[in-house]
């Protein structure tokens, strides 16, 4: 299976940045990717207003979802992307959407909020209390998680004790001291914790580190983007997972009860 991962710069014009996903679509769709992965957080973002993803928060039913929703009538590629959907006044659930065929296919209010490294990610965005459900896309089980998930093992873990094959990551990964090190570390220690390929796109611009990247079972990067918009492709296939799972069967050998969320 190909799958595909959009980088982009999201705008604080919502329209501009539903025409870049659209471009993203039609293009992935072109080069045969299955799936396309976008960033975190899509409807606008601007580095002088760090609310303005939760203002410009639209219904899933809303007019940027909607494009995005025609766009991908009428054939079977599966595109996954966060956005903030409203709450309570003033507030907003960042949610993933995975979309295919002109419906929302699977959705998830993401768990971990971003309340780290001087950032309060809570203080305008209500988190998620379910873990996200398993998609199939071509025979292979997709585990959805979006951006702060990712340093929690836990919910990796339980994905793959589920039957996850592939862990999906939207993500807009804010610059910093050892943040680029952290991201490449952490995408390769999920990886190897889980032995499923990772597929983790993020959002690129002055704030984030954009650097997408899909790695394989054994934590071995097989492809990535820098910091500039970018469309990777890349092949993956479940012959990987099992020799991964052959010859490093930390899922089987592991001693300790499966994580419950709290």
Not at 1 to 15: E, H, I, K, L, S
Not at 27 to 35: I, T, Y
Not at 94 to 115: F, P, S, W
Not at 119 to 129: F, K, L
Request: proline share 6%.
């Amino acid at each position: 299976m190909y799958v595909a991962v959009g980088q982009f710069v999201v705008t604080p014009d919502w329209r501009e940045n539903a025409l870049t996903c659209v471009e993203l679509m039609m293009q992935a769709r072109q080069k045969g990717a299955s799936l396309l992965v976008l960033p975190e957080a899509l409807l606008a973002r601007d580095d002088n207003d760090p609310d303005l993803s939760v203002k410009s928060a639209q219904p899933l039913d809303g007019e940027f979802l909607q494009q995005l929703l025609a766009q991908s009538a009428g054939n079977t590629m599966t595109t996954i992307l966060t956005i903030h959907v409203p709450s309570t006044p003033g507030r907003a659930v960042n949610t993933l959407v995975a979309i295919r065929d002109g419906a929302i296919v699977a959705r998830y209010a993401k768990l971990h909020l971003y309340d780290a490294f001087s950032i309060q990610e809570s203080r305008r965005v209500d988190p998620g209390d379910s873990i996200p459900p398993l998609l199939e896309i071509d025979g292979f089980k997709i585990g959805l998680m979006t951006c702060y998930d990712l340093r929690f093992p836990e919910l990796a873990l339980h994905l793959a004790l589920e039957g996850t094959d592939v862990l999906v990551l939207p993500a807009a990964w804010v610059r910093g001291p050892l943040k680029e090190h952290h991201w490449a570390t952490l995408l390769a220690a999920r990886a190897l914790d889980t032995t499923c390929y990772v597929v983790a796109a993020g959002e690129c611009g002055t704030k984030n580190i954009g650097q997408s990247r899909v790695v394989d079972p054994l934590g071995v990067t097989i492809a990535a983007a820098a910091e500039a918009p970018h469309l990777l492709l890349a092949e993956i296939n479940l012959e990987r997972i099992a020799l991964a799972r052959q010859q490093l069967p930390v899922l089987r050998n592991r001693r300790f009860a499966p994580p419950q969320l709290l």
